[in-house]
């Protein structure tokens, strides 16, 4: 009621109710009709003109968006080689989503080394190949959590010290004898000998750097937890970006920043660096070690852990185990550490002897990445569109997506000698094909075989795990 329309409106009522004789009422009901009609035709030419507006302001909007997209599709008539891209890549054989040639790919050289890389590129024209393509856009696709590269030092080199922000980093030493630092929150820092067969561990944003202290090249196997682009700084490139004033003012030098001025920046970029004079500048290098209970954080030695031996083969695990009862003390300390940290990594080495056959299986919570140390292997993988099968040799990096079935035959007079990488900081689950079929009650495969039951007896329950078997 104290709205002053509504009231207003009441009073009109009233008025008119109030007027005394018939024909003045029906004529004021002929007027009111007049005005009904009236109001509703200036109502009708509203609207009309208000759609006629719309239609052509939307006609309007629509030539405007639709002139860069006219323009993009004349430009790549215009252009024949862009036309055919998308022809190749329809005809990109469906293995290489699961199969990367490494061997094959850019090497990234450097005075004191070389790394190469099975990643996902956010722009395409960075990939060599369209088989590279279409193994980098599997790995974002599936939100693989995956990024492999190999890291050659040479005798003497180091690979800078760097972080990476965006993923944890687990290695394997494949040769050689590294001197490794790693730095944490506050300037902590933990430094080790790796040797062969041993495994790295540097969580995000931890930095590190590898120095080769032996006379032999060494050759690092990295799995990186990111399935986009790597983000990685060297302390070098960030000295070099910090302002001349501001660096003096934190570091506090002796001569300022007149001695700040005197660094200089190398013309090649020193990722992996290896100075001619090494020797002038270097006299008296010490290389010594961090107590156990720091070291074994960020190390595990995978060569000397437990064998879990197959009639076919050997795996060996460096992951977190629930049951840490058959661990040793440095184990038990990287077990916990892994576990601590998101998106952390599994590794593993996964021999094969000579035909032995790693039968069909799937993991529940992880993808998995693998590199061919040695041998030669064929590699089947089974989802929902069937199964692809593909020849392995040397330096060949596969991807099996979680819960795709794969298996791998050795197929060479040499075991095969895998590196896995699976997805997960927890215990890795693994379900066998043996092991689903004899879960799988006699009645229930009869009934979706079309096969007597009693047939099913002749599938045998083996005492060892047949993981791995041989014929
Ligand atoms: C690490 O390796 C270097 C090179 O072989 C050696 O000189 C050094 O003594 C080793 N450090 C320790 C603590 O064993
Ligand atoms: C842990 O493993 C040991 C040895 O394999 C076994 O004896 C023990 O029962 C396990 N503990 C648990 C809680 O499962």
Known sequence: ?????????????????????????????????????????????????????????????????????????????????????????????????????????????????????????????????????AFGSSLNSQRS??????????????????????????????QGTAWIGVVDDGGAVTTYNVTAGQVIFFPKNTLHWIKNVGNEDCFFLLFFSTHDELQTLDVDDVFFSVPEDIASRSLKPEGGINFIRTFQKQKEDQGVNLPPNLAELVINPSYVQSPDSLVWRYFYDLKGSKEYRFPGGVIQLAQYWKNASELSNHEKIFSEFLNQHQNALTLSTLRIYNNGLRQPHFHFNANEMGYVISGCAKVGIINTQGTIEFDVHIGDVVFFPTGTQHYIKSSCDEDLLFLLAFSTGDQLQTLDMDDYLQATADHILAQLFFKKQSEFKKIPKFKEDQAINLP
């Open 1 to 133: 009621m104290d709205n002053a329309a509504f009231e207003m409106h009441e009073d009109g009522t009233h008025n008119t109710s109030s007027m005394g004789k018939m024909n003045t009422s029906s004529r004021m009901e002929k007027k009111r009709q007049w005005s009904l009609m009236s109001v509703f035709l200036v109502c009708l030419l509203a609207c009309t003109v208000t759609t006629a507006v719309g239609v052509l302001i939307l006609s309007l909007v629509y030539v405007y968006n639709s002139q860069p997209h006219s323009q993009v599709h004349l430009g790549l008539e215009a252009r024949p080689l862009q036309t055919t891209v998308p022809i190749v890549q329809k005809a990109v054989d469906p293995k290489f989503q699961f199969l990367n040639h490494l061997p094959k790919s850019k090497v990234f050289e450097f005075p004191g080394g070389a790394i190469q890389w099975a990643r996902y590129r956010n722009n395409v024209k960075d990939y060599l190949s369209v088989e590279e393509e």
């Open 145 to 174: 959590q995956m990024t492999l590269g190999t890291l050659r030092i040479k005798s003497s080199g180091l690979r800078a010290p760097h972080w990476h922000f965006n993923a944890n980093e687990h290695g394997y030493l494949v």
